[in-house]
């Protein structure tokens, strides 16, 4: 079971960037699957959650309105696009799952066990 993150790179304040989780071994629509990301010197954050039904679970502290979460055009993904970057979202961005969980809510609370490889997102002018 492998996941991988990718999408990541340099994007200026104010841009937009779209990422993707990835995986082999497991098919994502049978797992909720999560976000994560983990700034410089920080623990690895929470960001959102997604069911095997589409629920979306939020961290506290994300802005719903910046970090949208969908399945992904490409078979067995699962994308976050992020809008209106700021260098706070600088960080190494994960995604993770639980597998055979199916909440997202359940997901998000007791935290993946499965993690892919991450992508960097740097936010600089």
């Known amino acids: 079971v492998q996941l991988q993150a990718s999408g990541g790179g340099l994007v200026q304040p104010g841009g937009s960037l779209r990422l993707s989780c990835a995986a082999s071994?497991?098919?994502?629509?049978?797992?909720?699957i999560g976000w994560f990301h983990q700034a410089p010197g920080k623990e690895r954050e929470g960001i959102l959650c997604?069911?095997?039904?589409?629920?979306?679970?939020y961290y506290p502290d994300f802005a719903k309105d910046r970090f949208t979460v969908s399945r992904g055009k490409a078979k067995n993904t699962i994308d976050l696009r992020i809008d209106n970057l700021t260098s706070e979202d600088t960080a190494v961005y994960y995604c993770?799952?639980?597998?055979?969980?199916?909440?997202?809510?359940?997901?998000?609370?007791?935290?993946?066990?499965?993690w892919g490889q991450g992508t960097q997102v740097t936010v600089s002018s």
């Open positions: 993770g799952t639980d597998l055979g969980q199916a909440s997202s809510y359940a997901l998000c609370h007791r935290r993946p066990t499965t």
């Open positions: 071994g497991l098919t994502l629509d049978d797992h909720a």
């Open positions: 997604i069911s095997t039904n589409n629920d979306i679970t």
